[in-house]
């Protein structure tokens, strides 16, 4: 009870925390990288990415361009730019699951280095709040209640989410702790057929010898 209860309180604290993925990385031309967030099913996801510019004076170079691909567990695309210095994409997961993106730079000689800011976020944390309150123009406390609404909805889903994966891991217990009882009971048997053939034939030798 004690390990349930702390788990909801890491649960809580991990939704309420800033899990957005925010990274900036080095990419050569001619090479891919690719980056995975398991995303629930249901659950809004938004991402951003753009070439940093090496020289702020001067338009990005022809090298500077990438491919970007994003797609689900299955291999649905659900976003594709060929030879761009920035975009963004935006979907609702239809399935839980590690959801992948990869930069691909374009190939050039010689070899050239790209710098990647890519901004991904999922669930809660796509919305800006700021420019909600500030579009709206709402006030402090209706801002809070829909905020926290927003809050207690993602716990509701993953709480639903994790007692998914509690029954399914208990049924995996049960179908494993089968399978070891058939193993245990056919190597018993295995080993019992296996005396009995060395008794059989030890007493068929000595009987030969006239030794019983």
Same mark, same amino acid.
């Given at each position: ?5 702390? !788990? ?6 991990? =939704? ?14 001619? %090479? ?18 753009? =070439?940093?510019?090496?020289?702020? &004076? ?18 649905? /695309?659900? %976003?594709?730019?060929?030879?761009v210095e920035s975009g963004?994409? !935006?979907?609702? /997961?239809?399935?839980?699951? #590690?959801?992948?993106s990869c930069f691909s730079?374009? #190939? %050039? ?7 990647? &800011?890519?901004? $991904? ?6 919305? #800006? $709040? +700021?420019?909600? /309150?500030?579009? +709206? ?17 993602s716990i509701h889903d ?5 007692? &998914? ?13 089968? *399978?070891?009882? $058939?193993? !245990?009971?056919? !190597?018993? /048997? ?9 008794? $059989? ?6 009987? *030969?010898?006239?030794? =019983?």
């Amino acid at each position: 009870m004690d390990l349930r209860r702390s !788990s909801i309180v890491l649960l809580i604290l991990s =939704i309420l925390s800033p899990v957005t993925l925010s990274i900036r990385y080095e990419l050569f031309s001619g %090479h891919t990288k690719c980056i995975s967030e398991e995303i629930h099913a249901n659950a809004m996801s938004v991402g951003k990415y753009s =070439i940093i510019n090496p020289n702020e &004076d001067h338009p990005l170079p022809s090298s500077h361009k990438v491919t970007v691909r994003v797609t689900s567990p299955q291999g649905t /695309a659900y %976003h594709e730019s060929n030879g761009v210095e920035s975009g963004q994409f !935006s979907f609702t /997961a239809v399935e839980t699951g #590690d959801y992948i993106s990869c930069f691909s730079a374009v #190939d %050039h000689k010689p070899e050239t280095t790209l710098i990647i &800011d890519f901004d $991904w976020r999922t669930g809660i944390h796509t919305k #800006d $709040w +700021s420019n909600v /309150a500030k579009k +709206s123009q709402v006030e402090t406390m209706e801002f809070e209640v829909k905020k926290l609404f927003e809050t207690v909805n993602s716990i509701h889903d993953e709480m639903f989410y994790l007692r &998914d994966r509690e029954e399914e891991m208990h049924n995996l217990n049960i179908a494993t702790n089968s *399978k070891m009882a $058939w193993l !245990s009971f056919v !190597s018993l /048997a295995v080993c019992l057929s296996v005396a009995g053939l060395q008794f $059989w034939h030890l007493k068929t030798f000595f009987q *030969k010898k006239k030794l =019983i």
